[in-house]
């Protein structure tokens, strides 16, 4: 009965906390004419790294909540625990590693390429921002 209710009270405060959406009046698909479509190629290896860290994080917070949630499930059995304990502390290990790989990498490219290669503005291309100015 307090898991049910719990549930209940849980969901209702999550929907009645959400935002207002406003809908987009015009969207653009296509370029203006005369404009280029072409994405400059110094910009897909910046991509493809950012993508690759967002990948990264995205597995390490799964393995994360993997972890917590066996853990829950394991009913106080000892082996149990010390394998989903072993489960989330190589989650906050990869966790550690991806940010530090991607601040070491955004250091040698500062290095190197100057400002030509800037991993500190991350961002993936969406309707809103195709060419994330």
């Known amino acids: 009965m307090k898991k049910g209710l719990g549930f209940i009270l849980g969901t209702g405060s999550a929907l ?12 653009i698909l296509s370029p203006p004419p005369g404009a280029a479509a ?3 190629l110094e910009k897909v290896p910046q991509f493809i ?3 690759l860290f967002v ?4 597995i390490a917070l799964a393995f994360l909540i993997y972890g917590g949630i066996k853990w829950i499930i394991s009913g106080g059995d000892k082996a149990n625990v010390d394998a989903a304990r072993k489960h989330i502390v190589a989650a906050i290990i990869g966790l550690v590693i991806v940010v530090s790989a991607f ?3 955004n250091f040698v490219f500062k290095l190197l390429f100057g400002n030509a290669f800037d991993l500190s503005h991350l961002c ?5 921002n195709p060419t994330c100015k």
Request: proline share 7%; glycine share 4%.
């Open 16 to 27: 009645l906390a959400t935002s207002v959406a406003f809908a987009q009046t015009q969207i």
């Open 38 to 40: 072409s994405v400059p």
């Open 49 to 51: 790294i950012t993508l």
């Open 55 to 58: 990948v990264g994080i995205i």
């Open 103 to 105: 601040v070491i990498l």
């Open 124 to 128: 993936i291309p969406s309707l809103d």
